[in-house]
Protein backbone atom coordinates (compact mmCIF):
# COMPACT_ATOMS: atom_id res chain seq x y z
CA UNK A 1 0.00 0.00 0.00
CA UNK A 2 2.87 2.23 1.13
CA UNK A 3 4.82 1.67 -2.25
CA UNK A 4 1.58 2.11 -4.28
CA UNK A 5 0.85 5.78 -2.68
CA UNK A 6 4.87 6.37 -3.40
CA UNK A 7 3.90 5.94 -7.23
CA UNK A 8 0.67 8.39 -7.24
CA UNK A 9 3.20 10.73 -5.36
CA UNK A 10 0.83 11.11 -2.30
CA UNK A 11 1.69 12.92 0.66
CA UNK A 12 0.60 11.97 3.81
CA UNK A 13 -0.11 14.32 7.22
CA UNK A 14 2.56 14.07 9.89
CA UNK A 15 -0.36 13.01 12.49
CA UNK A 16 -2.11 10.65 10.30
CA UNK A 17 -4.31 7.67 12.13
CA UNK A 18 -2.29 4.11 12.13
CA UNK A 19 -1.71 2.58 8.92
CA UNK A 20 -3.95 -0.89 9.31
CA UNK A 21 -7.35 1.41 10.31
CA UNK A 22 -6.58 3.59 7.00
CA UNK A 23 -5.91 0.89 4.89
CA UNK A 24 -9.27 -0.74 5.92
CA UNK A 25 -11.37 2.69 5.79
CA UNK A 26 -9.25 3.41 2.38
CA UNK A 27 -10.51 -0.63 0.84
CA UNK A 28 -14.00 0.46 1.26
CA UNK A 29 -14.28 3.09 -1.29
CA UNK A 30 -11.64 2.12 -3.57
CA UNK A 31 -12.39 -0.27 -6.23
CA UNK A 32 -9.10 -1.89 -6.12
CA UNK A 33 -10.43 -4.81 -9.26
CA UNK A 34 -11.37 -2.08 -11.46
CA UNK A 35 -7.94 -0.21 -11.52
CA UNK A 36 -6.30 -3.11 -11.66
CA UNK A 37 -8.10 -4.26 -15.02
CA UNK A 38 -7.43 -0.81 -16.20
CA UNK A 39 -3.64 -0.56 -15.54
CA UNK A 40 -2.75 -4.13 -16.16
CA UNK A 41 -1.54 -5.21 -12.41
CA UNK A 42 -1.87 -8.25 -11.24
CA UNK A 43 -4.77 -8.07 -8.24
CA UNK A 44 -3.06 -10.51 -6.09
CA UNK A 45 -0.16 -8.53 -5.67
CA UNK A 46 -1.57 -6.06 -4.10
CA UNK A 47 -3.17 -6.70 -0.12
CA UNK A 48 -6.48 -8.68 0.28
CA UNK A 49 -9.76 -6.57 -0.32
CA UNK A 50 -13.21 -7.39 0.65
CA UNK A 51 -15.16 -9.04 -1.92
CA UNK A 52 -17.57 -6.59 -2.13
CA UNK A 53 -14.75 -3.82 -3.66
CA UNK A 54 -14.45 -6.14 -6.96
CA UNK A 55 -17.56 -5.29 -8.47
CA UNK A 56 -16.44 -2.47 -11.19
CA UNK A 57 -19.46 -0.36 -10.37
CA UNK A 58 -20.12 0.90 -7.32
CA UNK A 59 -21.98 2.90 -4.65
CA UNK A 60 -21.74 4.75 -1.41
CA UNK A 61 -22.40 2.36 1.40
CA UNK A 62 -25.54 3.62 3.16
CA UNK A 63 -23.12 3.24 6.48
CA UNK A 64 -21.05 6.66 4.75
CA UNK A 65 -22.93 9.57 7.14
CA UNK A 66 -22.26 6.79 10.11
CA UNK A 67 -18.12 6.47 8.81
CA UNK A 68 -17.97 10.03 8.77
CA UNK A 69 -19.39 10.77 12.35
CA UNK A 70 -16.91 8.28 13.64
CA UNK A 71 -14.10 10.14 12.54
CA UNK A 72 -14.65 12.75 14.64
CA UNK A 73 -15.18 10.86 17.51
CA UNK A 74 -12.16 10.13 20.54
CA UNK A 75 -9.97 7.46 18.04
CA UNK A 76 -10.23 10.08 14.73
CA UNK A 77 -8.04 12.97 13.47
CA UNK A 78 -7.38 14.88 16.77
CA UNK A 79 -7.95 18.84 15.27
CA UNK A 80 -5.46 19.98 17.67
CA UNK A 81 -2.75 18.02 16.27
CA UNK A 82 -2.29 20.52 13.03
CA UNK A 83 -0.66 22.99 13.71
CA UNK A 84 0.14 26.32 10.79
CA UNK A 85 3.79 25.50 10.66
CA UNK A 86 2.89 21.60 9.25
CA UNK A 87 0.13 22.74 7.20
CA UNK A 88 2.58 25.41 5.59
CA UNK A 89 5.39 22.87 5.08
CA UNK A 90 3.38 20.36 3.41
CA UNK A 91 1.52 22.97 1.26
CA UNK A 92 4.96 24.00 -0.09
CA UNK A 93 5.82 20.57 -1.30
CA UNK A 94 2.73 20.38 -3.46
CA UNK A 95 4.02 19.72 -6.87
CA UNK A 96 0.78 21.83 -8.89
CA UNK A 97 -2.27 23.72 -8.14
CA UNK A 98 -5.79 22.10 -7.58
CA UNK A 99 -7.23 20.98 -11.00
CA UNK A 100 -10.64 19.46 -11.91
CA UNK A 101 -11.30 16.24 -12.42
CA UNK A 102 -11.27 16.30 -15.93
CA UNK A 103 -7.99 17.44 -16.63
CA UNK A 104 -4.88 14.96 -17.12
CA UNK A 105 -2.73 13.97 -14.95
CA UNK A 106 0.70 15.37 -14.76
CA UNK A 107 3.54 13.19 -15.92
CA UNK A 108 6.07 12.63 -13.26
CA UNK A 109 8.74 11.61 -15.70
CA UNK A 110 11.46 14.84 -16.05
CA UNK A 111 10.99 18.34 -15.23
CA UNK A 112 11.71 19.19 -18.84
CA UNK A 113 9.79 16.32 -21.19
CA UNK A 114 8.81 16.92 -24.43
CA UNK A 115 4.89 17.39 -23.81
CA UNK A 116 5.92 20.13 -22.36
CA UNK A 117 7.24 23.55 -23.40
CA UNK A 118 10.19 25.04 -20.65
CA UNK A 119 9.41 27.09 -17.83
CA UNK A 120 8.30 30.74 -19.03
CA UNK A 121 10.23 33.42 -17.22
CA UNK A 122 7.93 34.95 -14.14
CA UNK A 123 7.39 38.57 -13.67
CA UNK A 124 8.68 40.53 -10.80
CA UNK A 125 7.17 39.27 -7.49
CA UNK A 126 5.07 36.60 -8.49
CA UNK A 127 5.04 33.40 -6.78
CA UNK A 128 2.45 31.62 -6.79
CA UNK A 129 2.99 27.93 -7.90
CA UNK A 130 0.56 27.72 -10.46
CA UNK A 131 2.55 30.27 -12.91
CA UNK A 132 5.11 27.21 -12.96
CA UNK A 133 5.59 24.04 -14.87
CA UNK A 134 7.57 20.67 -14.27
CA UNK A 135 8.22 19.07 -10.99
CA UNK A 136 7.48 19.85 -7.69
CA UNK A 137 9.79 22.22 -5.89
CA UNK A 138 10.95 22.02 -2.73
CA UNK A 139 10.54 23.67 0.74
CA UNK A 140 13.85 25.53 0.20
CA UNK A 141 12.54 26.75 -2.97
CA UNK A 142 8.94 27.43 -1.78
CA UNK A 143 10.64 29.65 0.86
CA UNK A 144 12.99 31.15 -1.71
CA UNK A 145 9.73 32.78 -3.24
CA UNK A 146 7.60 33.63 -0.61
CA UNK A 147 11.24 36.01 0.32
CA UNK A 148 11.02 37.29 -2.93
CA UNK A 149 7.47 38.10 -2.50
CA UNK A 150 8.31 40.10 0.73
CA UNK A 151 10.77 42.31 -1.49
CA UNK A 152 8.49 43.08 -4.01
CA UNK A 153 6.20 44.29 -1.48
CA UNK A 154 8.63 46.67 0.14
CA UNK A 155 9.44 47.60 -3.24
CA UNK A 156 6.04 48.34 -4.23
CA UNK A 157 5.38 50.67 -1.42
CA UNK A 158 8.72 52.33 -1.31
CA UNK A 159 7.85 53.56 -5.53
CA UNK A 160 4.11 54.49 -4.05
CA UNK A 161 4.50 58.10 -4.71
CA UNK A 162 5.99 56.76 -8.55
CA UNK A 163 3.19 55.09 -8.99
CA UNK A 164 0.64 57.88 -7.84
CA UNK A 165 2.22 60.85 -9.45
CA UNK A 166 2.21 60.70 -13.25
CA UNK A 167 6.37 60.09 -14.40
CA UNK A 168 7.87 60.80 -17.30
CA UNK A 169 8.48 57.94 -19.64
CA UNK A 170 12.39 56.56 -19.09
CA UNK A 171 14.47 56.04 -22.38
CA UNK A 172 15.74 52.57 -23.57
CA UNK A 173 19.28 53.15 -22.42
CA UNK A 174 17.63 53.88 -18.67
CA UNK A 175 15.72 50.78 -19.03
CA UNK A 176 17.08 47.95 -16.44
CA UNK A 177 17.48 45.16 -18.43
CA UNK A 178 17.98 41.20 -17.33
CA UNK A 179 18.08 41.96 -13.69
CA UNK A 180 15.76 40.27 -11.39
CA UNK A 181 13.42 42.01 -8.72
CA UNK A 182 14.97 41.45 -5.62
CA UNK A 183 17.89 43.59 -7.74
CA UNK A 184 18.01 46.72 -6.02
CA UNK A 185 19.55 49.52 -8.71
CA UNK A 186 20.90 53.14 -7.54
CA UNK A 187 20.95 56.10 -10.02
CA UNK A 188 24.20 56.70 -11.23
CA UNK A 189 23.41 60.35 -11.42
CA UNK A 190 24.94 62.92 -8.96
CA UNK A 191 22.66 63.65 -5.67
CA UNK A 192 22.76 67.41 -6.69
CA UNK A 193 20.55 66.42 -9.84
CA UNK A 194 18.39 64.24 -7.94
CA UNK A 195 17.49 67.30 -5.38
CA UNK A 196 16.90 69.11 -7.95
CA UNK A 197 14.30 67.30 -9.70
CA UNK A 198 12.52 65.78 -6.38
CA UNK A 199 12.13 69.92 -6.10
CA UNK A 200 11.28 70.71 -9.69
CA UNK A 201 8.46 67.77 -9.10
CA UNK A 202 7.41 69.00 -6.00
CA UNK A 203 6.72 73.25 -7.35
CA UNK A 204 4.98 71.82 -10.57
CA UNK A 205 2.60 70.14 -8.05
CA UNK A 206 2.00 72.97 -6.29
CA UNK A 207 1.40 74.92 -9.43
CA UNK A 208 -1.54 71.92 -10.28
CA UNK A 209 -2.99 72.24 -7.23
CA UNK A 210 -2.75 76.17 -6.99
CA UNK A 211 -6.58 77.61 -7.21
CA UNK A 212 -7.80 80.89 -8.30
CA UNK A 213 -9.25 83.35 -6.07
CA UNK A 214 -12.83 84.89 -6.88
CA UNK A 215 -13.88 87.94 -5.47
CA UNK A 216 -17.41 86.58 -6.17
CA UNK A 217 -17.84 83.01 -6.98
CA UNK A 218 -21.31 83.36 -7.51
CA UNK A 219 -21.29 86.01 -9.99
CA UNK A 220 -18.83 84.34 -11.66
CA UNK A 221 -20.64 81.34 -12.05
CA UNK A 222 -23.49 83.46 -13.02
CA UNK A 223 -21.44 85.13 -15.70
CA UNK A 224 -20.30 81.52 -17.22
CA UNK A 225 -23.35 80.61 -17.39
CA UNK A 226 -24.89 83.08 -19.64
CA UNK A 227 -21.71 83.94 -21.41
CA UNK A 228 -19.53 87.68 -21.67
CA UNK A 229 -20.63 90.09 -23.86
CA UNK A 230 -18.56 90.40 -27.13
CA UNK A 231 -17.17 93.80 -25.86
CA UNK A 232 -15.86 92.05 -22.64
CA UNK A 233 -14.77 88.71 -23.88
CA UNK A 234 -12.40 90.82 -26.92
CA UNK A 235 -11.14 93.16 -24.05
CA UNK A 236 -10.73 90.01 -21.73
CA UNK A 237 -12.03 91.88 -18.95
CA UNK A 238 -15.09 91.05 -16.22
CA UNK A 239 -18.68 91.08 -17.70
CA UNK A 240 -22.32 91.27 -15.69
CA UNK A 241 -24.17 88.23 -15.06
CA UNK A 242 -27.13 89.52 -17.24
CA UNK A 243 -28.04 92.37 -18.96
CA UNK A 244 -26.29 95.03 -20.37
CA UNK A 245 -23.12 95.14 -18.76
CA UNK A 246 -21.75 99.01 -17.65
CA UNK A 247 -18.55 98.89 -19.62
CA UNK A 248 -20.66 98.84 -23.23
CA UNK A 249 -23.09 101.49 -21.03
CA UNK A 250 -20.12 103.75 -20.41
CA UNK A 251 -18.75 103.30 -24.14
CA UNK A 252 -21.97 103.48 -25.92
CA UNK A 253 -24.67 105.31 -23.75
CA UNK A 254 -27.10 105.64 -26.79
CA UNK A 255 -26.70 102.13 -28.15
CA UNK A 256 -25.32 99.33 -25.31
CA UNK A 257 -28.35 97.56 -26.15
CA UNK A 258 -26.99 97.00 -29.19
CA UNK A 259 -23.50 96.90 -28.66
CA UNK A 260 -23.73 94.35 -25.54
CA UNK A 261 -24.56 91.19 -27.48
CA UNK A 262 -23.63 87.98 -25.73
CA UNK A 263 -24.01 85.92 -29.17
CA UNK A 264 -20.52 85.06 -31.24
CA UNK A 265 -20.63 85.46 -35.23
CA UNK A 266 -20.52 81.63 -35.29
CA UNK A 267 -24.38 81.69 -33.71
CA UNK A 268 -26.13 83.59 -36.48
CA UNK A 269 -25.24 81.71 -39.31
CA UNK A 270 -26.89 81.42 -41.91
CA UNK A 271 -27.61 85.01 -42.70
CA UNK A 272 -28.02 85.36 -46.36
CA UNK A 273 -29.44 82.09 -46.61
CA UNK A 274 -32.07 82.81 -44.09
CA UNK A 275 -33.14 86.04 -45.24
CA UNK A 276 -35.32 85.93 -48.20
CA UNK A 277 -34.32 86.86 -51.52
CA UNK A 278 -34.58 90.44 -51.80
CA UNK A 279 -32.90 91.45 -54.60
CA UNK A 280 -34.94 90.16 -57.25
CA UNK A 281 -38.52 91.42 -57.93
CA UNK A 282 -39.35 88.01 -59.26
CA UNK A 283 -38.28 85.84 -56.40
CA UNK A 284 -40.93 83.62 -56.34
CA UNK A 285 -41.26 82.87 -59.78
CA UNK A 286 -37.97 81.99 -59.85
CA UNK A 287 -38.10 79.67 -56.52
CA UNK A 288 -41.22 77.85 -58.88
CA UNK A 289 -38.91 77.20 -61.92
CA UNK A 290 -35.64 76.08 -59.85
CA UNK A 291 -38.03 73.66 -57.82
CA UNK A 292 -40.10 72.19 -61.24
CA UNK A 293 -39.18 69.24 -63.48
CA UNK A 294 -37.23 69.97 -66.34
CA UNK A 295 -37.98 67.17 -69.87
CA UNK A 296 -35.39 68.78 -71.94
CA UNK A 297 -35.99 68.94 -75.69
CA UNK A 298 -33.45 70.69 -78.88
CA UNK A 299 -30.40 70.92 -79.31
CA UNK A 300 -27.93 72.35 -76.83
CA UNK A 301 -26.62 75.93 -77.26
CA UNK A 302 -23.75 77.90 -76.52
CA UNK A 303 -23.85 81.58 -74.85
CA UNK A 304 -22.26 84.36 -73.41
CA UNK A 305 -23.53 85.77 -70.15
CA UNK A 306 -22.55 89.21 -68.72
CA UNK A 307 -23.10 90.80 -65.37
CA UNK A 308 -24.22 93.58 -66.80
CA UNK A 309 -24.90 95.48 -70.11
CA UNK A 310 -21.57 97.05 -70.52
CA UNK A 311 -19.02 94.42 -68.72
CA UNK A 312 -16.62 92.52 -71.16
CA UNK A 313 -16.20 90.03 -68.70
CA UNK A 314 -18.20 86.76 -70.48
CA UNK A 315 -18.87 83.52 -68.99
CA UNK A 316 -19.24 80.71 -72.27
CA UNK A 317 -22.15 78.46 -70.68
CA UNK A 318 -24.70 75.92 -72.51
CA UNK A 319 -28.18 76.16 -72.60
CA UNK A 320 -31.13 73.67 -73.66
CA UNK A 321 -34.68 74.40 -74.11
CA UNK A 322 -36.90 72.28 -71.50
CA UNK A 323 -40.72 70.99 -70.91
CA UNK A 324 -42.03 71.68 -67.28
CA UNK A 325 -44.39 68.65 -68.21
CA UNK A 326 -43.60 65.33 -69.84
CA UNK A 327 -46.70 65.74 -71.85
CA UNK A 328 -47.19 69.49 -72.62
CA UNK A 329 -47.36 70.08 -76.26
CA UNK A 330 -45.11 73.28 -75.95
CA UNK A 331 -41.51 73.15 -77.46
CA UNK A 332 -39.93 75.08 -74.40
CA UNK A 333 -38.67 78.36 -75.94
CA UNK A 334 -35.75 80.28 -75.24
CA UNK A 335 -37.33 81.39 -72.27
CA UNK A 336 -37.88 78.05 -70.17
CA UNK A 337 -34.13 76.86 -70.90
CA UNK A 338 -31.76 75.55 -68.62
CA UNK A 339 -28.36 74.63 -68.06
CA UNK A 340 -27.85 70.66 -69.17
CA UNK A 341 -27.19 67.91 -66.19
CA UNK A 342 -23.39 67.21 -67.90
CA UNK A 343 -23.31 71.41 -68.30
CA UNK A 344 -23.88 73.14 -65.53
CA UNK A 345 -21.24 76.06 -64.58
CA UNK A 346 -18.79 74.86 -61.83
CA UNK A 347 -17.93 76.90 -58.71
CA UNK A 348 -14.62 78.06 -60.08
CA UNK A 349 -15.57 79.20 -63.15
CA UNK A 350 -18.11 81.31 -61.75
CA UNK A 351 -15.71 82.68 -59.39
CA UNK A 352 -13.20 83.12 -62.24
CA UNK A 353 -16.33 84.86 -64.07
CA UNK A 354 -16.23 87.73 -61.09
CA UNK A 355 -12.82 88.04 -60.64
CA UNK A 356 -12.25 89.01 -64.17
CA UNK A 357 -14.73 91.52 -63.71
CA UNK A 358 -13.31 93.02 -60.27
CA UNK A 359 -9.54 93.79 -62.41
CA UNK A 360 -11.89 95.22 -64.71
CA UNK A 361 -13.69 97.89 -62.76
CA UNK A 362 -10.93 98.51 -60.58
CA UNK A 363 -10.63 102.06 -59.74
CA UNK A 364 -9.70 103.84 -56.12
CA UNK A 365 -12.74 104.05 -54.49
CA UNK A 366 -13.02 102.29 -50.80
CA UNK A 367 -15.17 99.61 -51.70
CA UNK A 368 -13.32 98.34 -55.20
CA UNK A 369 -9.89 99.18 -54.06
CA UNK A 370 -11.14 96.26 -51.17
CA UNK A 371 -11.85 93.65 -53.41
CA UNK A 372 -9.19 94.16 -55.59
CA UNK A 373 -7.04 93.95 -52.43
CA UNK A 374 -8.79 90.81 -51.37
CA UNK A 375 -8.58 89.08 -54.97
CA UNK A 376 -4.68 89.90 -54.67
CA UNK A 377 -4.43 88.59 -50.90
CA UNK A 378 -6.22 85.25 -52.01
CA UNK A 379 -4.23 84.54 -55.49
CA UNK A 380 -0.82 85.61 -54.10
CA UNK A 381 -0.80 84.79 -50.75
CA UNK A 382 -0.75 81.40 -50.03
CA UNK A 383 0.88 81.18 -46.68
CA UNK A 384 0.22 84.22 -45.51
CA UNK A 385 -1.03 84.91 -42.28
CA UNK A 386 -5.22 84.22 -42.03
CA UNK A 387 -4.93 83.23 -45.80
CA UNK A 388 -8.07 80.89 -45.24
CA UNK A 389 -9.74 83.34 -44.30
CA UNK A 390 -9.11 86.47 -46.98
CA UNK A 391 -9.92 83.33 -49.31
CA UNK A 392 -13.29 82.54 -47.91
CA UNK A 393 -14.40 85.98 -47.53
CA UNK A 394 -13.39 86.69 -51.39
CA UNK A 395 -15.66 83.69 -52.51
CA UNK A 396 -18.32 85.17 -50.41
CA UNK A 397 -18.21 88.66 -51.95
CA UNK A 398 -17.97 86.69 -56.03
CA UNK A 399 -20.86 84.32 -55.11
CA UNK A 400 -22.86 87.61 -53.55
CA UNK A 401 -22.52 89.64 -56.99
CA UNK A 402 -23.82 86.72 -58.26
CA UNK A 403 -27.24 86.69 -55.73
CA UNK A 404 -27.92 90.36 -55.82
CA UNK A 405 -27.61 90.72 -59.75
CA UNK A 406 -31.44 91.24 -61.00
CA UNK A 407 -30.86 90.60 -64.53
CA UNK A 408 -28.45 89.40 -66.44
CA UNK A 409 -27.41 89.64 -70.25
CA UNK A 410 -26.05 87.36 -73.15
CA UNK A 411 -25.10 86.78 -76.48
CA UNK A 412 -27.29 84.24 -78.34
CA UNK A 413 -26.08 81.85 -81.66
CA UNK A 414 -27.25 84.86 -83.37
CA UNK A 415 -24.85 87.51 -81.29
CA UNK A 416 -27.89 89.35 -80.30
CA UNK A 417 -27.51 90.90 -76.74
CA UNK A 418 -30.14 90.20 -74.97
CA UNK A 419 -32.02 89.73 -71.39
CA UNK A 420 -31.02 86.36 -70.20
CA UNK A 421 -34.69 83.94 -69.59
CA UNK A 422 -35.68 83.96 -66.22
CA UNK A 423 -35.59 80.24 -66.03
CA UNK A 424 -31.41 80.14 -66.52
CA UNK A 425 -31.22 83.25 -65.03
CA UNK A 426 -32.99 81.56 -61.61
CA UNK A 427 -30.74 78.49 -61.59
CA UNK A 428 -28.19 80.57 -61.81
CA UNK A 429 -28.74 82.85 -58.98
CA UNK A 430 -29.51 79.53 -56.85
CA UNK A 431 -26.49 78.18 -57.33
CA UNK A 432 -24.62 81.41 -55.47
CA UNK A 433 -27.34 81.06 -53.17
CA UNK A 434 -26.44 77.98 -51.78
CA UNK A 435 -22.06 78.46 -52.42
CA UNK A 436 -22.86 81.61 -50.18
CA UNK A 437 -24.20 79.71 -47.59
CA UNK A 438 -21.49 77.39 -46.48
CA UNK A 439 -19.06 79.77 -47.78
CA UNK A 440 -20.28 82.06 -44.96
CA UNK A 441 -20.70 79.04 -42.36
CA UNK A 442 -16.80 78.65 -42.48
CA UNK A 443 -16.31 82.32 -42.34
CA UNK A 444 -18.14 83.12 -38.64
CA UNK A 445 -16.64 79.92 -37.63
CA UNK A 446 -13.29 81.32 -38.02
CA UNK A 447 -14.46 84.44 -36.39
CA UNK A 448 -15.64 82.80 -33.31
CA UNK A 449 -12.08 81.29 -33.47
CA UNK A 450 -10.61 84.57 -33.63
CA UNK A 451 -12.95 85.94 -30.73
CA UNK A 452 -12.04 83.19 -28.19
CA UNK A 453 -8.17 83.34 -28.68
CA UNK A 454 -5.81 84.03 -25.58
CA UNK A 455 -3.61 87.24 -26.24
CA UNK A 456 -3.89 90.10 -28.91
CA UNK A 457 -4.14 89.91 -32.66
CA UNK A 458 -0.64 88.95 -34.23
CA UNK A 459 0.84 92.26 -36.09
CA UNK A 460 1.00 90.02 -39.58
CA UNK A 461 -2.33 89.04 -39.01
CA UNK A 462 -3.92 92.23 -38.56
CA UNK A 463 -4.09 93.38 -41.93
CA UNK A 464 -5.54 90.49 -42.95
CA UNK A 465 -8.61 90.82 -40.43
CA UNK A 466 -8.93 94.25 -41.27
CA UNK A 467 -10.10 93.70 -44.89
CA UNK A 468 -12.31 90.39 -44.01
CA UNK A 469 -13.99 92.56 -41.62
CA UNK A 470 -14.60 95.36 -43.56
CA UNK A 471 -15.85 93.15 -46.46
CA UNK A 472 -18.16 91.60 -44.50
CA UNK A 473 -19.33 94.72 -43.20
CA UNK A 474 -20.14 95.90 -46.67
CA UNK A 475 -21.90 92.72 -47.51
CA UNK A 476 -24.12 93.22 -44.57
CA UNK A 477 -24.83 96.84 -45.49
CA UNK A 478 -25.70 96.24 -48.84
CA UNK A 479 -28.06 93.65 -47.84
CA UNK A 480 -29.75 95.32 -45.55
CA UNK A 481 -30.13 98.65 -48.05
CA UNK A 482 -31.24 96.32 -50.62
CA UNK A 483 -33.62 94.46 -47.75
CA UNK A 484 -35.02 98.12 -46.95
CA UNK A 485 -35.97 98.65 -50.85
CA UNK A 486 -38.26 95.09 -50.27
CA UNK A 487 -39.81 95.93 -47.28
CA UNK A 488 -41.06 99.13 -49.20
CA UNK A 489 -42.36 97.40 -52.58
CA UNK A 490 -43.47 94.44 -50.10
CA UNK A 491 -45.99 97.36 -48.23
CA UNK A 492 -47.09 98.25 -51.56
CA UNK A 493 -48.59 95.05 -52.12
CA UNK A 494 -50.27 94.01 -49.32
CA UNK A 495 -51.31 95.18 -45.77
CA UNK A 496 -49.13 95.02 -42.56
CA UNK A 497 -51.11 92.59 -41.21
CA UNK A 498 -49.80 89.65 -43.85
CA UNK A 499 -47.83 86.75 -42.50
CA UNK A 500 -45.13 87.34 -45.16
CA UNK A 501 -44.80 91.10 -44.10
CA UNK A 502 -44.74 89.88 -40.84
CA UNK A 503 -42.19 87.12 -41.18
CA UNK A 504 -40.04 89.25 -43.32
CA UNK A 505 -40.26 92.77 -41.04
CA UNK A 506 -39.01 90.01 -38.34
CA UNK A 507 -36.38 89.06 -40.39
CA UNK A 508 -35.36 92.55 -41.22
CA UNK A 509 -35.02 93.66 -37.31
CA UNK A 510 -33.07 90.32 -36.78
CA UNK A 511 -30.63 91.17 -39.09
CA UNK A 512 -30.10 95.19 -38.67
CA UNK A 513 -30.74 94.96 -34.63
CA UNK A 514 -28.29 91.87 -34.01
CA UNK A 515 -25.97 90.95 -37.33
CA UNK A 516 -25.29 94.16 -38.27
CA UNK A 517 -24.42 95.50 -34.72
CA UNK A 518 -22.16 91.84 -33.98
CA UNK A 519 -20.40 92.74 -37.20
CA UNK A 520 -19.14 96.43 -36.61
CA UNK A 521 -19.35 95.83 -32.50
CA UNK A 522 -16.66 92.60 -33.19
CA UNK A 523 -14.40 95.15 -35.15
CA UNK A 524 -14.53 98.03 -33.23
CA UNK A 525 -13.36 95.74 -30.60
CA UNK A 526 -10.58 94.58 -32.44
CA UNK A 527 -9.40 97.68 -34.11
CA UNK A 528 -9.88 100.26 -31.56
CA UNK A 529 -6.60 101.28 -30.77
CA UNK A 530 -4.38 103.66 -32.55
CA UNK A 531 -1.54 101.05 -32.69
CA UNK A 532 -3.93 98.37 -34.00
CA UNK A 533 -5.33 100.82 -36.56
CA UNK A 534 -1.93 100.96 -38.30
CA UNK A 535 -2.17 97.96 -40.61
CA UNK A 536 0.42 97.71 -42.84
CA UNK A 537 2.80 95.14 -45.62
CA UNK A 538 5.80 96.81 -44.17
CA UNK A 539 5.92 93.03 -42.03
CA UNK A 540 6.19 91.21 -45.67
CA UNK A 541 9.66 91.71 -46.28
CA UNK A 542 10.73 89.56 -43.77
CA UNK A 543 12.31 85.99 -45.73
CA UNK A 544 9.56 83.78 -43.58
CA UNK A 545 6.85 84.38 -46.25
CA UNK A 546 6.86 83.07 -49.98
CA UNK A 547 8.87 84.82 -52.34
CA UNK A 548 5.62 85.06 -54.37
CA UNK A 549 4.05 86.72 -52.31
CA UNK A 550 6.44 89.55 -51.39
CA UNK A 551 7.32 90.57 -54.69
CA UNK A 552 3.46 90.74 -55.35
CA UNK A 553 2.98 93.60 -57.65
CA UNK A 554 -0.75 93.55 -57.44
CA UNK A 555 -0.96 93.09 -53.66
CA UNK A 556 1.19 95.61 -52.88
CA UNK A 557 -0.40 98.19 -55.45
CA UNK A 558 -4.20 97.22 -54.00
CA UNK A 559 -3.04 97.74 -50.30
CA UNK A 560 -1.67 101.29 -51.12
CA UNK A 561 -5.37 102.20 -52.72
CA UNK A 562 -7.23 100.63 -49.81
CA UNK A 563 -4.97 102.92 -47.08
CA UNK A 564 -5.73 105.81 -49.14
CA UNK A 565 -9.15 105.60 -50.02
CA UNK A 566 -10.18 104.80 -46.56
CA UNK A 567 -10.59 108.50 -45.06
CA UNK A 568 -12.20 109.63 -47.88
CA UNK A 569 -14.76 106.92 -47.59
CA UNK A 570 -15.54 107.56 -43.68
CA UNK A 571 -16.65 110.81 -44.70
CA UNK A 572 -18.54 109.66 -47.24
CA UNK A 573 -20.39 107.65 -44.58
CA UNK A 574 -20.61 109.97 -41.81
CA UNK A 575 -22.67 112.51 -44.13
CA UNK A 576 -24.90 109.83 -45.02
CA UNK A 577 -28.81 109.97 -44.00
CA UNK A 578 -29.38 105.99 -44.39
CA UNK A 579 -30.18 104.32 -40.71
CA UNK A 580 -27.68 101.95 -41.25
CA UNK A 581 -25.11 103.91 -42.41
CA UNK A 582 -25.28 106.36 -38.90
CA UNK A 583 -25.03 103.04 -37.06
CA UNK A 584 -21.91 102.55 -38.95
CA UNK A 585 -20.78 105.95 -38.00
CA UNK A 586 -21.74 105.60 -34.18
CA UNK A 587 -20.16 101.98 -33.58
CA UNK A 588 -17.13 102.38 -35.83
CA UNK A 589 -16.35 104.74 -38.10
CA UNK A 590 -16.59 108.25 -35.56
CA UNK A 591 -13.97 106.38 -33.07
CA UNK A 592 -11.54 105.22 -35.70
CA UNK A 593 -11.27 108.71 -37.49
CA UNK A 594 -10.49 109.81 -34.09
CA UNK A 595 -7.46 107.64 -33.49
CA UNK A 596 -6.04 108.09 -37.04
CA UNK A 597 -6.34 111.75 -36.67
CA UNK A 598 -4.26 111.34 -33.11
CA UNK A 599 -0.90 113.26 -33.15
CA UNK A 600 1.75 110.70 -32.11
CA UNK A 601 3.56 111.40 -29.00
CA UNK A 602 6.99 111.22 -28.53
CA UNK A 603 7.96 110.36 -24.52
CA UNK A 604 10.44 111.98 -22.95
CA UNK A 605 10.64 110.52 -19.51
CA UNK A 606 8.91 108.04 -17.64
CA UNK A 607 6.04 110.08 -16.03
CA UNK A 608 4.76 110.79 -19.87
CA UNK A 609 5.03 107.07 -20.98
CA UNK A 610 2.91 106.07 -17.99
CA UNK A 611 0.38 109.26 -18.28
CA UNK A 612 0.51 108.22 -22.11
CA UNK A 613 -0.79 104.64 -21.38
CA UNK A 614 -3.21 105.78 -19.25
CA UNK A 615 -4.68 108.25 -21.79
CA UNK A 616 -4.65 104.55 -24.29
CA UNK A 617 -6.35 102.78 -21.89
CA UNK A 618 -8.85 105.50 -21.40
CA UNK A 619 -9.83 106.04 -24.72
CA UNK A 620 -10.36 102.31 -25.51
CA UNK A 621 -13.58 102.09 -23.36
CA UNK A 622 -14.75 104.94 -25.21
Not at 405 to 412: G, I, L, M, P
Not at 414 to 423: A, E, G, Q, R
Request: glycine content about 4%; overall charge neutral.
Amino acid sequence: MESFRGSRSVSRIPSSPPAPQEDELFNQYFDWASYCQETGQDFGALPSAPSSITQSSWQLPEDYYQVSKELTGDGSYPIDAFSLEALQSDFYRMNASFRSDDDEAPSPSSDYNTSQSPPELVAAGSTSPSEHSGSSPSVVDAAHDAYYARIALSEAKSRDDEWTYPQGERSPKQLPVGYPSHVQLHDARSPDALVANLKRRRSSNEVDKRHRQLLDPMQTADVRKSGACVPCRVSKIRCHESGVCPTCRKAFPDHSHLVCSRVTPGMTWPVIGRIPDVWSEDAAEEEMLCNGPRFHTGNPKKILLYLTKDSSSALKVTVQAYRPHKDANETGGLRLADFPRDEVPSHAQLQGWVEEEIKREHTTKFRYALQSFMLAYSQDGEGLPRHRLVSNVHKLNCFFRILKTDSFWCRDPTNKFVSLPLSVQARLRNIARQSVRFIEHDILKELDEILAQQGSTKSDERLAIWASLWQLILIYRETLASFKKHMSRLAKKVNEFDPIAAEHGRMYRWMSDMVFPLMTTFYHYQFRTKKSLEVSLDWLSSSKYPSRACKSKPLHMTAKHLFDSRKEFYTRVQGSSHEIDKLLATLVINHEIKKLNARKRNPKSSKSKGSRHDDECDDDDE
